[in-house]
């Protein structure tokens, strides 16, 4: 059974506050690590596609890193906004898995203003 | 452009009835997945559409769960004799197909679904 654990599983931040968060997804046949920001009432919506060890992507003030070796990837947001609420997804595709998407739970930010 | 548009968006039934959730991907997609997220769980693989290849069907739970796309654009998703346990938000997404599950996916609002 392949698994993604993301965490924490909530996390509260003050507004201007820097805050990170963990995916960890199988390392085995690793095939891509895909990061989604889904807000409530909205439709998921994708923020990174990361295929390469030492993978680093940015976007805005958020960024994200990949170490496919040992099968984590951190996601860091830079002076949260309340607008940053959401819960933040990631999703593993290994080719022993037919590379289907194997998603995390989430993490919940919630950015107080 | 238009994104990705599910219909309906809440849909409640009693147990026992066929429902349909339908998906429209974005114009020029050639790929289309349908999951669903029930309460506490992270998104479910349901299945996946690419081209005219033969559709991996290898998510759905039960041969009561099928799908089909039209045309190689809308997809419907077809629930027969509903039980409580398919209650979920059902989400489906498109992408243009060029890399597999490397293409990042466009998600629809979803139908939440609730069978009683």
Redesign the interface.
């Known amino acids: 059974i392949l698994n993604v654990e993301q965490s924490p599983q909530s996390l509260h931040v003050q507004e201007g506050d820097s805050t990170n968060f963990t995916c960890s997804f199988p390392s085995s046949n690793f095939y891509a690590l895909h990061w989604y920001r889904w807000e409530t009432a909205k439709s998921p919506e994708a923020l990174f596609v990361m295929t390469l060890n030492g993978d680093e992507k940015k976007k805005g003030r958020i960024s994200a890193t990949l170490n496919t070796k040992e099968g984590y990837s951190y996601l860091y947001i830079k002076g949260s906004q309340p607008e940053d609420s959401a819960t933040y997804l990631c999703a593993s595709s290994n080719a022993g898995n037919n590379r289907k998407l194997i998603w995390g739970l989430g993490t919940s930010l919630a950015v107080n203003p | 452009g238009a994104?990705?548009s599910q219909s309906p968006s809440n849909k409640v039934t009693e147990k026992g009835k066929d429902v349909e959730l339908r998906c429209d991907p974005i114009s020029g997609h050639t790929a289309l997945y349908w999951?669903r997220q029930s309460l506490g769980?992270?998104?479910?693989?349901l299945i996946?559409f690419q081209g005219n290849s033969a559709p991996?069907k290898?998510?759905l739970p039960s041969d009561r769960f099928s799908a089909e796309r039209t045309g190689g654009s809308v997809s419907t998703l077809t629930i027969q004799r509903t039980q409580q346990e398919d209650s979920a938000v059902y989400?489906c997404?498109s992408s243009l197909g060029l890399a597999?599950?490397?293409?990042?996916?466009?998600?629809?609002?979803?139908t939440r679904l609730t069978v009683l």
């Open positions: 994104g990705v999951y769980q992270g998104l479910e693989f996946y991996d290898s998510g989400l997404a597999g599950f490397k293409d990042t996916q466009y998600f629809g609002p979803g």
